[in-house]
C-alpha cells in the first residue's frame, strides 16, 4: 500500500499544510532537474513480492502480525489485510547473473515466511487473487492494526460517499457490495522496478507504457474472484474498482480514476505525471514532514520529499513514477505494478525479465513511441491483455493489428533478448527466464490458463467450494517443487484434502443461482417451476428485492388437498400461500449454527440475507454431500 506513515491526519487543516509540501517536494524536483543531481549512469532494478496465507483448509489466515514476530526480518512488511505479507527484495544492479540471484534469493525468503507460517498453522500461497478467498472475510477485522490502513480506509469511504462495488463481467459475472477499502485485499501482485535517468525518463516511461500489456498478456494469473469466473487478470479491473472514489454524475463527465493506465504520453519530464495527478486527485492524507525539501537543497543536501513520497503512494498507476535516495544519491525509477504474484517464482522472475528486457530493448528499436502508436492503443491493449490474456488482439507501431501471443514469440521476445544481453546480463540468465515465457506462451498455459481448465477439468466433481480448495493446494503444493506453470500438471479435487473445511460456514456451500417470484404471481407458475427445474423451494421478493416469503413444495401440495379437484378458473397469487416470518441467517454463519436451527425451528430450507438482501439459500439438499463423505469416512474408520 506504499510509503509507511505512523501518524496520518484527515483534518482539513493538515490536509492544506501537507499540500503545500507536496508542491514544495515538487519544486525541489524540478530544481534537482534542473541542476543535474539525479543519479545517471547505472542501470538498477528491484522486486516487490505480495502473497497470501492460508489455513489448513486453504483459505485465508489472518496470521501476518504472527508470522511477522516469527520471522524478525525487516524484508517483510504488512499489507492492507491479515492474510497478505509483503517482501521487499533489496535493488541489485542489472546485470550478470542478476535473475539467478533474484530467483534464489525469493526463494530463500519465501521459504523463510513459510517455516514462520507452519508454526502458525498456516502456509504461504503466490496468486493474483486466492480462489478460496469470500466476502465474510473483508470484515474489519482483518484489517492490518495499523493507522495508515485505517485513515486510507476511511478517506477513501468519505471521499467516495458510500459503499464500494464491483462488477465485472466474464464468463461469470460478478456484482457485489462492500463498505471498506478491504476489496484491494483480493490481490496480491509481483511489482518489478527499473531505474532510469533523469533524461531518459520520458522515452523509458513511454516505453513500458507500450509494452506493459504483452507482458501482461503473457503473466495473467488471476482468473478467479469469489469462485466467478472474469478476466484473465481480474486484478486489474478488481484494483480499479476497489479503489475508485468516483461518484455518478446527472450528465457525462470526464473523472479519472484514482487506479489507472494514464491519459496520455509525456514529453520531457517525470514532473508532468505528479502534476497531471494533483490536477486529478485530492490529497487523501496528511503525514508528518520533518524536512523542508528546498532548504535542504540550498545546505548541499538530497532531500527525501517525504510530501511528495507519500501522495504519490496514494496514486495508483500501473507504471508508477516513483522517487527515492540511496547511499545519499537521488534516483528516479518505474514501477510496474501490472503483473501477478505466481505461478511460480521462476514464473516471476521470467516475467520480471520480460518486462525488463522490453523496456531497455524498446527504447533502442522504437525511440519515441509517442510517434508510432497512439496512446489510447496502448491503453486498449492493456484493457484487452487484462481481459483475454494470450487471446488478447494488439494495435501495434505503425498501425499493424497482431494477435499477443504471435507479436510476443515473432518480434518482442528477440526484442527482451537484445535488450538485456546489450545490458550486460549473462546469456545463460537471458535464455533461461525468456525460454520460460516462450515456452509458457507456445503451450498457452499460462497461470490462469492453469486454473481453469483444471476447474473444467474438476467440473462435475465436489462442490464449488471442494474445487476451489483444491486449485489452492494443488497451486502451493507445485509452488514447492519450483517448476513453472507450463510443466504443471493439472490440480485434482483429492488435492483439497479434508472435506470439512469447505462447510464450516454457510456462504461456502450456499446456493447462488436463484429463482425468486413476486408476491403477487400466480401459484401455477411456482409448480410449474418447482416441477421443471426440480425446485424444492423458491423465494418471493417484493419490488424492492426484499425477502418477504418462500414457497416450498409442501405449501403446493397442501394448496392441493385443500382444493382437490374445485380448481376451476382460479388463479391464486403467491401471497396466498408463502411461508412468512422466515427463519433466516446471513453468509458467515457456522454450518453447526445453521443445523442447529433448522432443527429448532423445524424448517428444511434457509434462505440467506446480508444486509436484508436475499443473497442465498441452504436447504437440507445441500448438506447431502457432507453426509455422504461422512459417513464414507466413518465406515472406512471401522
Known sequence: MGQEVNEPNLEPEAIRTFTKAVLNDLRALERMLRDGLIESGIRRFGAEQELFLVDEGWRPAPVALAVLDRLKNPAFTTELARFNLEINLDPALLDGTCFRTLHARLDELIQEARDACRGEGAEVVLTGTLPTLSKSDLVMENITPKPRYFTLNQALTRLRGGSYRLQIEGTDELNVEHDSVLLEACNTSCQVHLQVSAEEFPLFYNVAQLVVAPALAAAVNSPLLFGRRLWDETRIALFQQSLDTRASSPHPRDVSARVRFGGKWIRSSVTELFQEDLALFRVLMAGPVTEDSLRVLDEGGIPKLEALQLYNSTVYRWNRPCYGVKDGKAHLRIECRALPSGPSVADEVANAAFWLGLVIGGVREYGDVSALVEFDDAKANFLAAARHGLNAGFQWVDGETIGAARLITEKLLPLARKGLLETGVDEEDVEKYLGIVRSRVESRLTGSAWTLKSLAKMKQLGTREERLAALTAGTAKRQHAGDPVHL??????????????????????????????????????????????QFRHVPVEDDAHRLVGLVSYRSILRLVADRGSNWGDDTPPVKEIMERGLTTVAPETPTLEAIDLMRKRKVSCLPVLKQGKLVGLVTERDFMPMAYDLLEERLREA
Open 488 to 533: 504443471w500438471s493439472l490440480a485434482v479435487l483429492r488435492e483439497g484434502g479434508v472435506w470439512k473445511h469447505n462447510y464450516m460456514r454457510v456462504e461456502q456451500y450456499m446456493t447462488t443461482n436463484l429463482v425468486t417470484v413476486n408476491e403477487d404471481e400466480l401459484v401455477d407458475l411456482v409448480a410449474f417451476l418447482m416441477d421443471r427445474e
